[in-house]
């Protein structure tokens, strides 16, 4: 089993946002934030590869669908997770399953492209199984307040309607030596995919 980190890119968070009620003397010590109290976070996806029959890709990014209205978020040094499979000769054909720890946009945003010319939305590895819990899935479909600026139909519909979306309800073994484990915690069924 080779396992391999891809840094998609990063964005600035609002560093109050992110850390609640803890106050910023606190966490400013360990993460530093800019002039607009903005804190540095990365998009990363983790490509399991050279498991039998299986290309698995954990989480995948913002992808660029909704770059512009989230323009406040001040994204940079984002990369193209198919360029970045291709240089390691896999095409996204070949990805099997896609595993969403969660669907807010910095995470499940490379799901699904755009073209351009035509505005149709596609999901990016066509053949693959996206893995989500069924408590997260509800709650992308009718989130809270505080979340639904994090959630876009668009990055999930396109894999529902095309029969791709597995959703699962309790500890679920992927592959021998891949589990996914359900937690609540940031967001309601969060997967946390543990790797033997």
């Known amino acids: 089993m080779d396992i391999e980190i891809i840094d998609t890119g990063y964005f600035y968070a609002d560093g109050g946002a992110m850390f609640g009620a803890i106050p910023k003397t606190a966490w400013s010590r360990r993460y530093p934030s800019n002039e607009t109290n903005g804190c540095v976070l990365a998009m990363r996806s983790l490509l399991v590869s050279n498991v039998p029959e299986k290309v698995i890709l954990i989480d995948n990014g913002a992808g660029t669908k909704h770059l512009r209205q989230?323009?406040?978020?001040?994204?940079?040094?984002?990369?193209?997770?198919?360029?970045?499979?291709h240089k390691r000769g896999i095409s996204p054909g070949q990805v099997t399953d896609v595993v969403l720890t969660h669907l807010h946009f910095d995470h499940c945003g490379y799901s699904t492209l755009k073209n351009e010319e035509t505005g149709e939305i596609y999901p990016a590895f066509p053949n693959a199984t996206y893995w989500v819990s069924r408590k997260q899935w509800d709650n992308f479909l009718h989130p809270n307040a505080l979340e639904k600026d994090s959630y876009f139909i668009e990055n999930m519909k396109a894999i529902a309607d095309n029969g791709q979306l597995r959703l699962i309800d309790t500890d679920t073994e992927l592959c021998p030596d891949i589990d996914l484990r359900l937690f609540d915690g940031h967001t309601p069924g969060q997967i946390v995919p543990y790797i033997h």
């Open 70 to 85: 989230l323009s406040y978020y001040n994204f940079f040094d984002l990369v193209d997770l198919g360029e970045e499979l």
